[in-house]
Nanobody
Framework: QVQLLESGGGLVQAGASVRLSCAPSGSTFSSYTMGWFRQAPGKEREFVAAINRSGSIPWYADSVKGRFTISIDNAKKTVYLEMTNLEPEETAVYYC?????????????WGQGTQVTVSS
């Protein structure tokens, strides 16, 4: 298991940009596929983005393609989610996840989440 700590959430206006950070600890950072999920009030947790261990291959949910960017800074051992042109409907708790693959991410390690609120 790896411990994950997210940061960077907050209250922003529609159209704004936010960068979330996730700092894994307690295990070898490069051993995991890293991802971001979100859960809006009253909705199920949904996949947002993921990136492979080397940081060379990202995956995105269709709803965020072209607006969100996931990246890894291996020197800082941090995963980022850069979100642009945010919409009020994207108000949610954003979670960082780590697993051996995207397919197994839901049963992997999770952070506590960081709240992103987008006002209209």
């Amino acid at each position: 298991q790896v411990q994950l700590l997210e940061s960077g959430g907050g209250l922003v206006q529609a159209g704004a940009s936010v960068r979330l950070s996730c700092a894994p600890s307690g295990s070898t950072f490069s051993s995991y596929t890293m991802g971001w999920f979100r859960q809006a009030p009253g909705k199920e947790r949904e996949f947002v983005a993921a990136i492979n261990r080397s940081g060379s291959i990202p995956w995105y949910a269709d709803s965020v393609k072209g607006r969100f960017t996931i990246s890894i800074d291996n020197a800082k051992k941090t995963v980022y989610l850069e979100m642009t042109n945010l919409e009020p409907e994207e108000t949610a708790v954003y979670y960082c996840a780590a697993a051996s693959s995207v397919a197994t991410m839901k049963s992997g390690s999770w952070g506590q989440g960081t709240q992103v609120t987008v006002s209209s």
